[in-house]
């Protein structure tokens, strides 16, 4: 998706921090605390030209920490002009072993790996641990991951913190804002890593904490009052934070001119459509055009087996229908689209083909062929920032909690071909897992809930009668971000409740399976 001439809104001209990638699962980690601090934050790949990060607005920035070693052959370097930058640089990990080596230091493969907590003992008490807590201003709490450190520091970099392991665990130079730690103060475990963080942003970078939810919506609406003039925006609303968010975003911006479509495929759970339309009608006063394809999303499905075909079909089928109804709609040139941060970001290759296990999302969606000029308000935004956009625009709390619910819907949670009998014994066991998990008060905790139909019959057996039906699967995950996930420790009697409701309530399953795998390696979806 990089048509130049769509509009894309973005926040170059404003005060910005530049995360480098060097490929550290917590990269976005980073971001987040960054705005934490009420300062836009951006990640760029570590390889990225300097006259890309460079630009105006850049107030500093931050190398990630990363997988490789500094003293192999392969090791991942910058363009040598963002480390000679006239803004501080922040090294974290890796990143300090970037900075140790470009400054005249030797970095060699510890002893012995360093993992876990640690103790730092603070050498010096400004800059970076400025204004730390009085029981924590000379020794604190800190996350170490790294099997190289620096052993001999450049003629021009000092010391500033220790562990018992490390003599360098922070450095600083002495004439250039330039600052490394070696432990992740992103991590919750490094237990004052924001103020540390939040020191080297407000306090070092000089940046102003504007960044706010408030600041961000009257920008949006101004943005895209702007850019739409008195045209019309076609947006498709799924009923899901994001796409729900953008929609009110939008309508707050030009009122009636929005307009949202959603599209009822046949795949969706239990009372979804009726539901969704009703929020987005009366709760939230949006403009709302039901699009009925139920039937020719499943024709085009039938006797399809193969998980990635049926992403396709429906993917293209999506889009078929959205360009028929967008196209009978006059005067209407834009689509507003609820791409998030984590969907843009150009991954860095160290991450290996992890991201590209299953073809999701909207920026894999909607394709170039479409004449729409694109507007993606949210496209600078991690989702827990969508959240609190949406509850500063009103959007109800059950909306914004709930559960991620995949684009292909239940149509990759019935494994094999999909068809309306199928169909209609996962909603009702779907419903059940719903009601039994939200019923209980789980869902706060939980990441997704949710039933899976396997082509798996079993023998079972039901008053005097012999059965032979199929089994469901219970997928229920706690996760942060969908990356990784784990399974669920729900309690006994929850387990116990979903599955005898299912056996008894819903015909043709006579049998219910707990599923208690990890992403990785496995996937939270089945298909
Ligand atoms: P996996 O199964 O890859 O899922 O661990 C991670 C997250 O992504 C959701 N998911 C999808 N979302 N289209 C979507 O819009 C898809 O094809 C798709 N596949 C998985 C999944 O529900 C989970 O939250």
Same mark, same amino acid.
């Given at each position: 998706?990089?048509?130049?001439?769509? +509009?894309?809104?973005?926040?170059?001209?404003?005060?910005?921090?530049?995360?480098? *990638?060097?490929?550290?699962?917590?990269?976005?980690?980073?971001?987040?605390?960054?705005?934490?601090? %009420?300062?836009?934050?951006?990640?760029? =790949?570590?390889?990225?030209?300097?006259?890309?990060?460079?630009?105006?607005?850049?107030?500093?920035?931050?190398?990630?920490?990363?997988?490789?070693?500094?003293?192999?052959?392969?090791?991942?370097?910058?363009? !040598?002009?963002?480390?000679?930058?006239?803004?501080?640089?922040?090294?974290?990990? $890796?990143?300090?072993?970037?900075?140790?080596? %470009?400054?005249?230091?030797?970095?060699?493969?510890?002893?012995?790996?360093? $993992?876990?907590?640690?103790?730092?003992?603070?050498?010096?008490?400004?800059? +970076?641990?400025?204004?730390?807590?009085?029981?924590?201003? *000379?020794?604190?709490?800190?996350?170490?991951?790294?099997? *190289?450190?620096?052993?001999?520091?450049?003629?021009?970099?000092?010391?500033?913190?220790?562990?018992?392991?490390?003599?360098?665990?922070?450095?600083?130079?002495?004439? &250039?804002?330039?600052?490394?730690?070696?432990?992740?103060?992103?991590?919750?475990?490094?237990? !004052?890593? #924001?103020?540390?963080?939040?020191?080297?942003?407000?306090?070092?970078?000089?940046?102003?904490?504007?960044?706010?939810?408030?600041?961000?919506?009257?920008?949006?609406?101004? #943005?895209?009052?702007?850019?739409?003039?008195?045209?019309?925006?076609?947006?498709? /609303?799924?009923?899901?934070?994001?796409?729900?968010?953008?929609?009110?975003?939008?309508?707050?911006?030009?009122?009636?001119?929005?307009?949202?479509?959603?599209?009822?495929?046949?795949?969706?759970?239990?009372?979804?459509?009726?539901?969704?339309?009703?929020?987005?009608?009366?709760?939230?006063?949006?403009?709302?055009?039901?699009?009925?394809?139920?039937?020719?999303?499943?024709?085009?499905?039938?006797?399809?087996?193969?998980?990635?075909?049926?992403?396709?079909?429906?993917?293209? +089928?999506?889009?078929?229908?959205?360009?028929?109804?967008?196209?009978?709609?006059?005067?209407?040139? $834009?689509?507003?689209?609820?791409?998030? $941060?984590?969907?843009?970001?150009?991954?860095?290759?160290?991450?290996? =083909?992890?991201?590209?296990?299953?073809? %999701?999302?909207?920026?894999?969606?909607?394709?170039?062929?479409?004449?729409?000029?694109?507007?993606?308000?949210? &496209?600078?935004?991690?989702?827990? !920032?969508? &959240?609190?956009?949406?509850?500063?625009?009103?959007?109800?709390?059950?909306?914004?909690?709930?559960?991620?619910? =995949?684009?292909?819907?239940?149509?990759?949670?019935?494994?094999?071909?999909?068809?309306?009998?199928?169909?209609?014994?996962?909603?009702?066991?779907?419903?059940?897992?719903?009601?039994?998990?939200?019923?209980?008060?789980?869902?706060?905790?939980?990441?997704?809930?949710?039933?899976?139909? +396997?082509?798996?019959?079993?023998?079972?057996?039901?008053?005097?009668? #012999?059965?032979?039906?199929?089994?469901?699967?219970?997928?229920?995950?706690?996760?942060?971000?969908?990356? /990784?996930?784990?399974?669920? &420790?729900? =309690?006994?009697?929850?387990?116990?409740?979903?599955?005898? #409701?299912?056996?008894?309530?819903?015909?043709?399953?006579?049998?219910?399976?707990?599923?208690?795998?990890?992403?990785?390696?496995?996937?939270?979806?089945? !298909?």
């Amino acid at each position: 998706m990089s048509t130049p001439d769509r +509009l894309l809104s973005t926040a170059a001209d404003e005060q910005r921090i530049v995360v480098l *990638d060097f490929g550290s699962q917590y990269t976005q980690l980073i971001a987040r605390r960054v705005r934490e601090s %009420h300062v836009y934050s951006e990640i760029l =790949p570590y390889d990225v030209d300097a006259s890309r990060v460079l630009s105006d607005g850049l107030k500093g920035i931050i190398l990630s920490g990363g997988p490789g070693n500094i003293s192999s052959e392969e090791s991942l370097l910058p363009d !040598e002009r963002i480390l000679d930058a006239p803004v501080p640089i922040l090294g974290i990990c $890796y990143g300090m072993q970037i900075l140790g080596q %470009h400054f005249g230091g030797k970095v060699s493969r510890a002893s012995r790996r360093e $993992y876990g907590s640690a103790r730092l003992s603070i050498i010096e008490h400004d800059h +970076l641990f400025k204004g730390m807590r009085e029981d924590v201003q *000379d020794e604190t709490t800190v996350w170490m991951s790294h099997g *190289d450190r620096i052993e001999s520091l450049g003629p021009e970099l000092i010391s500033i913190a220790k562990t018992a392991n490390s003599p360098n665990a922070a450095i600083r130079h002495t004439r &250039r804002p330039i600052f490394g730690v070696q432990f992740h103060p992103e991590v919750s475990h490094t237990t !004052e890593g #924001r103020k540390i963080l939040e020191n080297f942003v407000i306090g070092i970078c000089n940046c102003e904490p504007s960044w706010t939810p408030g600041s961000f919506i009257e920008r949006e609406i101004a #943005r895209c009052r702007e850019l739409v003039g008195g045209g019309k925006v076609v947006c498709a /609303t799924s009923g899901g934070v994001d796409s729900t968010v953008v929609a009110v975003l939008l309508s707050r911006a030009i009122g009636d001119n929005l307009i949202a479509i959603f599209v009822d495929n046949g795949l969706l759970r239990k009372g979804e459509a009726s539901q969704v339309v009703s929020m987005l009608r009366k709760e939230l006063g949006i403009n709302v055009t039901v699009v009925s394809a139920s039937e020719r999303f499943l024709s085009s499905l039938r006797g399809v087996s193969d998980p990635q075909e049926k992403r396709k079909i429906i993917g293209n +089928l999506f889009i078929e229908v959205f360009e028929e109804t967008a196209g009978s709609l006059k005067d209407c040139e $834009y689509l507003a689209q609820g791409t998030l $941060y984590p969907d843009v970001i150009e991954s860095v290759p160290v991450r290996g =083909p992890s991201a590209l296990i299953k073809g %999701h999302h909207n920026v894999w969606g909607l394709p170039d062929r479409m004449k729409l000029k694109l507007i993606e308000p949210l &496209r600078e935004l991690f989702k827990d !920032e969508v &959240r609190i956009i949406g509850k500063r625009l009103g959007i109800p709390d059950r909306v914004l909690m709930r559960q991620p619910f =995949p684009g292909p819907g239940l149509a990759v949670r019935i494994i094999g071909p999909i068809a309306q009998p199928q169909l209609k014994v996962l909603r009702e066991a779907d419903a059940i897992v719903r009601e039994e998990i939200e019923g209980a008060g789980l869902s706060n905790e939980l990441w997704q809930w949710f039933a899976v139909l +396997l082509p798996v019959k079993s023998v079972g057996v039901m008053g005097d009668e #012999r059965t032979y039906e199929n089994a469901v699967a219970i997928r229920v995950v706690k996760s942060l971000d969908a990356m /990784t996930a784990d399974w669920a &420790r729900l =309690p006994y009697d929850v387990l116990g409740t979903i599955s005898s #409701r299912i056996i008894n309530e819903v015909d043709g399953v006579n049998r219910v399976v707990y599923d208690i795998s990890t992403k990785p390696p496995s996937t939270i979806e089945w !298909e």
